[in-house]
């Protein structure tokens, strides 16, 4: 069954601690992408690696880290710093062609409690 | 910059009409377009694609997009909605430089009632 999978489905964080959402993709696409959804703002670019060991700012890094030190494996880091962490985050991937789609992760919901 | 506009927030439609969703779009070079439908806490799954070649687009669950260079639009089309088609639906575009990611509109809330 390929795909891309996105774990948990939901998150609870207390303020002031790191939290890190999963995305593991069996679809041997190089590039990755992480996607931040807020009600009216569309999809915003967090960060995006298009190959392993390589990863690079996307338009709103600021708070996030993120590793890609597996093809597969792209998991994302909300740390302390993210001053507005609620928010529905998404997992892309595709080939690096740009006449092809990205797939997409079921998504994250990550609420700060 | 390449930019993508959806300029309607929400369409609303009646079972069994036509239905429109519009999409703009400013780019350097040759567009790379999508369309992607998303239903509640779901992610986002592709719809359709315009690379190259013939201006209408066929793609799934009998949705079509119409490519118009001259007006810069992708306009996502159905002939005949279904109140299944309500959801949240994105236009995105391919950025042309090398980082390949997608730029996506705001989204537009399409409503089908029966």
């Known amino acids: 069954d390929g795909g891309i999978t996105q774990s948990p489905k939901y998150l609870f964080r207390k303020e002031g601690q790191n939290v890190t959402l999963s995305c593991e993709q069996n679809?041997?696409?190089?590039?990755m992408y992480w996607y931040r959804q807020d009600p009216g703002q569309g999809l915003r670019l967090i960060y995006y690696?298009?190959?392993?060991?390589?990863?690079q700012k996307g338009d709103i890094a600021e708070g996030y880290s993120v590793s890609r030190e597996k093809k597969e494996s792209f998991p994302l880091t909300v740390t302390s710093a993210q001053k507005n962490p609620t928010a529905f985050y998404l997992c892309?991937?595709?080939?690096?062609?740009?006449?092809?789609?990205?797939?997409f992760g079921q998504g994250t919901r990550l609420t700060v409690v | 910059a390449q930019s993508v506009a959806q300029p309607e927030d929400q369409v609303n439609v009646a079972e069994g009409n036509p239905l429109t969703v519009k999409c703009t779009y400013s780019?350097?070079?040759?567009?790379?377009l999508f369309w992607y439908v998303q239903y509640p806490n779901r992610g986002l799954q592709f719809l359709l694609k315009?690379?190259?070649?013939?201006?209408l687009v066929k793609g799934s669950y009998g949705f079509e997009a119409e490519f118009n260079k001259s007006q810069t639009s992708f306009h996502l089309k159905k002939p005949s909605a279904l109140v299944s088609d309500s959801a949240l639906y994105f236009c995105?575009?391919?950025?042309?430089?090398?980082?390949?990611?997608?730029?996506f509109g705001q989204g537009t809330t399409l409503q089908v009632k029966p």
């Open positions: 315009y690379i190259t070649g013939d201006n």
């Open positions: 995105a575009v391919r950025d042309s430089s090398n980082t390949g990611k997608l730029i």
């Open positions: 679809l041997n696409h190089d590039a």
């Open positions: 690696s298009q190959i392993v060991n390589d990863f």
């Open positions: 780019v350097s070079g040759n567009p790379y």
């Open positions: 892309a991937s595709s080939i690096t062609d740009l006449n092809t789609e990205a797939f």
